[in-house]
């Protein structure tokens, strides 16, 4: 996973949690070790979501590494690829309309 992979993965995560858990506790993160080093705000669900999900992606043994979604191979289990999954559409769509 490159930087900017990192980033855009860290920004929809941060678009989630900020939008759909306004009620959960928020603490500041930063994913250094991930290359991107950006602070963002998270519940620890998300924290440990995103963490777990860029962990997986970074130990990836394929290469090139395909998008979750199109693998064969099913690295997070179904509850946990359902989850992202959520959260990648959520926020795509979010970032699409803040832009226009």
């Not at 669900?45 to 995103?50: F, I, R, T």
């Not at 777990?52 to 693998?71: A, E, Q, W």
């Amino acid at each position: 996973m490159n930087e900017k992979e990192a980033r855009t993965f860290i920004t929809f995560f941060s678009i989630y949690c900020e939008n759909k858990h306004l009620e959960k506790e928020k603490k500041s993160v930063t994913f250094k070790n991930f290359g991107a080093n950006k602070e963002i705000f998270l519940c620890e669900e998300c924290e440990l979501l995103a963490t777990s999900t860029l962990l997986n992606r970074i130990s990836c043994p394929k290469n090139p590494k395909p998008s979750c979604r199109k693998c064969p191979d099913n690295c997070h289990g179904p509850d946990v690829k359902s989850k992202v999954r959520k959260v990648m559409m959520y926020s795509s769509l979010r970032r699409l309309l803040k832009k226009t």
